[in-house]
């Protein structure tokens, strides 16, 4: 049995492609595509194949209790839901079995291993509280957004052997904001000007890589390509205006503004922690510059330019960003987009979108904006959804 692939052409690899230069060092995967590119004669063949599909819940038991438990259903659960007389039967409970295994420990440990593959992180006491805490807020039904907002108990500890969580602060000094300020994550993502934890942060709740921001409209800025970013060209340090060390605005080989118009305006948020994810008074990561000198604010941004997540999304600290990060659409999005991605048995993010019909994603992503972004609800409309019940 196969469930049938709806990935189509990516029209954004490409453009992704040019991040070879600088962004190859792990393989974190991206891919933005919403379809709007594809051709309508290659939906419509695809719609058509959708409607075929038939509902199978002996199935969807067997890969839901893989995932959400880490063992295959029991000789009674395939027994009752395969001897059910009807359809809506089987789907009565299918959907109380899955609600069932999801209040078992063994749930809370495959929530665990989900994230720290998710964060790519974890393994050690100080790796395994970002996951803790995610595995956490999947099994209490907290909001997905604590990740990039809470500012408490950030730090707790799971129990492997009993499925339960201990409450635990970070104790790495500085602001509090989820995820986003965990001692584990900067020290696992610990690099040249920062620039690494600021990828982490795009690819994990964003789920694209750098370039994040676009311009409808490229700009010709002497280059061989054009610059394509939404913010003003010189926004960002050279060696020409302000201090900058580095000269982010070079066209030479490839136009770095491209992606740092945008990493620049929210790194040095994240350089003040240092290579064991401490909080410092002071930057407290290396440049690639004779000698490793420490990164200074005048290497990002020229004077008067602020701090944010996004063009017109000013951040003056990380509270603040992982509450503008939390407002934005696109971190919802692809919060439901890699829940599916996992229940279809997905490794990659890319194309995500295209492999439930754009209006099951919809329709999730409104009810998961709307319901307070509840992360069991949501992990539970998945694993209960008509997609992923039907092959
Ligand atoms: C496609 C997007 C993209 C482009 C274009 C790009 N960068 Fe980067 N750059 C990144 C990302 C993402 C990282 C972090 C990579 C990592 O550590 O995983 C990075 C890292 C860096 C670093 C730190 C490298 C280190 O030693 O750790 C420097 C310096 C840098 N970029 C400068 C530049 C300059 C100068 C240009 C233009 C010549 C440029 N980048 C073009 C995305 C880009």
């Given amino acids: ?51 075929e599909r038939v509902t199978d819940y002996s199935a969807a038991l067997r ?105 635990g602060e970070c104790t790495n000094n500085g602001p509090k904001a989820g995820v986003l300020t965990n ?44 610059y394509t970013g939404v913010w003003p060209f010189a926004s960002i340090s050279s060696p020409t205006n302000g201090n900058g060390r580095v000269n982010f605005q070079d066209t030479s080989a490839v136009i770095c503004a491209n992606c740092h118009s945008t990493i620049n305006h929210i790194t040095p948020l994240f350089a003040y922690y240092d290579m064991n994810g401490q909080y410092k008074t002071d930057m407290a990561v290396p440049t690639p510059l004779e000698g490793a000198p420490p990164a200074v604010f005048s290497d990002y941004l020229p004077p008067g330019e602020v701090t944010a997540w996004r063009f017109g999304v000013p951040a003056a600290d990380i509270p603040a960003f992982g509450a503008a990060m939390a407002a934005d659409p696109a971190i919802a999005k692809c ?22 019909p754009a209006a099951t994603i919809a329709t999730q992503i409104a009810a998961f904006s709307g319901g307070g972004f509840k992360l069991k609800d949501l992990i539970y409309a998945v694993y209960t959804s008509d997609d992923f019940t039907k092959f």
């Fill in 1 to 51: 049995m196969k469930r049938i692939s709806l990935t189509l052409a990516c029209g954004a690899a490409a453009l992704l492609g040019a991040a070879a230069a600088c962004n190859d060092s792990v393989p974190m995967d991206g891919g933005g595509d919403d379809g709007s590119g594809s051709g309508s004669n290659m939906l419509d063949e695809w719609d058509q194949r959708l409607t």
């Fill in 63 to 167: 890969i839901a209790a893989l995932r959400l438990t880490g063992d295959l259903p029991s000789m009674t659960e395939i027994v009752e839901i395969g001897s059910a007389p009807d359809e809506a039967t089987k789907k009565s409970l299918y959907n109380a079995r899955v609600a069932e295994y999801m209040n078992r420990p063994a749930y809370a440990k495959q929530m665990f291993y989900f994230w720290r593959d998710t964060f790519r992180l974890g393994e050690t006491a100080e790796f395994d509280t970002a996951p803790a805490m995610a595995a956490q807020l999947s099994v209490e039904n907290g909001s997905y957004m604590n990740l990039l907002t809470a500012n408490a108990n950030n730090c707790p500890t799971f129990d492997e052997g009993a499925g339960t969580f201990a409450a």
């Fill in 183 to 226: 001692p584990g994550v900067h020290k696992q993502f610990f690099s040249n000007f920062a620039f690494r934890r600021v990828r982490w942060i795009q690819e994990t709740f964003d789920c694209t890589k750098f370039p994040a921001e676009v311009a409808d409209s490229s700009i010709d800025v002497g280059g061989a390509s054009p």
């Fill in 335 to 356: 919060g439901v987009a890699r829940m599916w991605n996992w229940a279809l048995g997905k490794t990659d993010i890319v194309d995500t979108l295209q492999e439930v």
